[in-house]
């Protein structure tokens, strides 16, 4: 099974950026459908970014235009760049992953999740 770790959360202001990371514990690419969470205080998870096995990302309308995905397949990992953040961008973001075609890659059926970093937006 593989490991995913995620890192790069923090305390940002409003309008303000971080750089997310999810580094796995081994090849991802054309392996693992891969995709970022979010889950805000008190809320249920939601999905933010979905990527195929060859790198495509969609985006969850809530952060569309504003957050980016990327990655770095010879080094397993995964990023996501969040810019233009936004108070209601605080949650605990979680890396997930999954060998199975996801019918809905947004909702959190995935096998496989890191132990997700804490993303805080002051206004």
């Known amino acids: 099974q593989v490991h995913l770790v995620e890192s790069g959360g923090g305390s940002v202001q409003a309008g303000g950026s971080l750089r997310l990371s999810c580094t796995a514990s081994?090849?991802?690419?054309?392996?693992?459908?891969m995709a970022w969470f979010r889950q805000p205080p008190g809320k249920e998870r939601e999905g933010v970014a979905c990527?195929?096995?060859?790198?495509?990302?969609t985006y969850a309308d809530s952060v569309k235009g504003r957050f980016t995905g990327s990655g770095d397949y010879a080094k397993n990992t995964l990023y996501l760049q969040m810019d233009s953040l936004k108070p209601e961008d605080t949650a605990m973001y979680f890396c997930?992953?999954?060998?199975?075609?996801?019918?809905?890659?947004?909702?959190?059926?995935?096998?496989?999740w890191g132990q997700g970093t804490q993303v805080t937006v002051s206004s």
């Open positions: 997930a992953a999954t060998s199975f075609y996801p019918d809905d890659c947004f909702l959190p059926n995935y096998s496989y």
């Open positions: 081994e090849d991802i690419y054309r392996h693992y459908y």
């Open positions: 990527i195929t096995l060859n790198g495509i990302t």
